[in-house]
C-alpha cells in the first residue's frame, strides 16, 4: 500500500517529515528516477533516492530515543557552515536509522535535546496539536514588576502572532538579574527571548528542563548523554 512520500521515509528512520519535507521541495528526492514532489505517494518497492543515494525503506528496528545535555555553543544542524560543533557531534550511533532531533535549540541555549530513530515519533511530538509543554529555566537583565508578568501570563503579540507563557513562577533575583521558570506549548523559533524581548527584558541565560514528561536528570553534565529507559519511551 502506498504511502506519502514523507511519512514513508520517516518510518524507515530518514529524519522528521518537516525535515523530509524541505528535501523534497528543495528537488534533492527522486522516486523511480523523476523528481518528487509534495504529496507524491510510494510504497516500499519504490525506488527512492536522496542526492543520487538510494534510501532503505526498512523501518528502523527498534525505536530509541536518547537523552543529551546540550551546553552552550553547539548548533542543532547536522553540518554548520561556520565549523560550529553540532550536537550530534558526540552522540552514538543509533542501531538502526539515525538521529533525528526533537525540538531545536538556539547555539546559546542550554539543556535538555531529545533524540530518536523514529521519525513518526519526532513528528508527532513537534507537532503544534500536541500541544506537548517545554519547560525552561530563565534569566534575565533586571527585575521585571507585576504588570510585566500579568502581560507575559495574558499574552503579548510577536512578529508572527500572539504568545504567551502557559505558566510563569518567579525564582529570586539578585541586584541586577532575576530568575523564572516559564512553560509553552509551541515550539516557535527563540519564542521564550522574543517573548521576554517584546515585555523589555532581554534573555542573559536560557536552559530547558523539561520536555513533555521527559525531564534533565540533574546528574546529567552537559555535553554528555544517556538512553531513555524502553519503558519511558514507549510512554512518549
Known sequence: MSERLQKLLASAGHGSRREIERWIRAGRITVDGATAALGDR???????RLDGAPLSLTAAVGRE?????????EV????????????????PPPHSGRWIVIG????????LLLFTNDGELAHRMMHPSAEIEREYL????????PEVLQRLRRGLMLDDGPACFDRLEE??????????????????N?????????AGFEVSRLARLRYGAVSLPEDLAAGRWRWLEPGA????
Open 171 to 188: 525564582g529570586g533575583h539578585s541586584d541586577s538579574h532575576s530568575w523564572f521558570r516559564v512553560v509553552l506549548r509551541e515550539g516557535r
Open 233 to 236: 519511551a514507549r510512554l512518549l
Open 138 to 145: 530563565v534569566r534575565v537583565h533586571g527585575q521585571p514588576g
Open 104 to 111: 531545536r535549540l538556539d547555539t546559546n541555549t542550554t539543556g
Open 65 to 73: 530515543v536518547l537523552i543529551y545535555h546540550k551546553p552552550a555553543g
Open 42 to 48: 510510494a510504497d516500499s518497492t519504490a525506488d527512492i
Open 76 to 91: 542543532t544542524t547536522r553540518n554548520d557552515p561556520e565549523g560550529r560543533p553540532t550536537v550530534f557531534d558526540r552522540l
Open 190 to 198: 527563540r519564542e521564550v527571548r522574543r517573548l521576554w524581548s517584546a
